[in-house]
Structures are given as C-alpha cells and as structure tokens.
Nanobody
Framework: QVQLVESGGDLVQPGGSLRLSCTAS????????MGWYRQAPGKQRELVAL???????NYADSVKGRFTISRDNAKNMVYLQMNSVKAEDTAVYYC?????????WGQGTQVTVSS
C-alpha cells in the first residue's frame, strides 16, 4: 500500500509560479513511476507529467516548456514546478504512483489561476 499526500495548491495570478509537492510512503519509492494528473470542473482527469524511476520525464503538450516534474528519492518526494500559469491550468492536481501494476492516488490539491 502506498500513501500519497499533496501540498502546495493555492490561488495564483496568471503568469505566476507555483510548486506542488507530494510525499509518498514506502521503502521502495525509488522504483515507483510518479506522475501528476489534474481534473478541472466538468472534465475528465488528465495526465500532466510523468517521471520514471530513473528520471525520464514526459509532459502533456499543454504544459511543455512551462511545468517541470522532479523527484527526490532520498526524501520520497515528487514535485511539480508550474511557471507561466494560465487560467486553463485551474484544476485539482493529483499525485500518482504506479508500482507493481497498481495505481495509487493522493487526495488532490486545488490550484486556481485567477487575477
């Protein structure tokens, strides 16, 4: 069983920056594939970014060049640095861990982009 806890969601102005954090339980965090997903009101949950156990990253086209996913295996943490945010980035952001063919989810953190 893997437990994930997100933090860092907030109200931010368009063009601003925000960093989301996710703490994961488990002694084998380093082998987890980690990711960030988001769900806006009335929309399906969508992939934002993934990072493999060896640090290979993938991003949704909508966030490429603006968001950066990273991980610190020593701290069991994964981060999402969000720069140049837009109104359409408003959503609940979920941390995801994929390990042993199972998906685990955090409770989500709200990001609102508005002036």
């Amino acid at each position: 069983q893997v437990q994930l806890v997100e933090s860092g969601g907030d109200l931010v102005q368009p063009g601003g920056s925000l960093r989301l954090s996710c703490t994961a339980s488990g002694s084998i965090f380093s082998v987890y594939r980690m990711g960030w997903y988001r769900q806006a009101p009335g929309k399906q949950r969508e992939l934002v970014a993934l990072i493999s156990s060896v640090g290979i990253t993938n991003y949704a086209d909508s966030v490429k060049g603006r968001f950066t996913i990273s991980r610190d295996n020593a701290k069991n943490m994964v981060y999402l640095q969000m720069n140049s945010v837009k109104a359409e980035d408003t959503a609940v952001y979920y941390c995801n861990a994929f390990v042993s063919a199972h998906n685990y989810w955090g409770q989500g953190t709200q990001v609102t982009v508005s002036s």
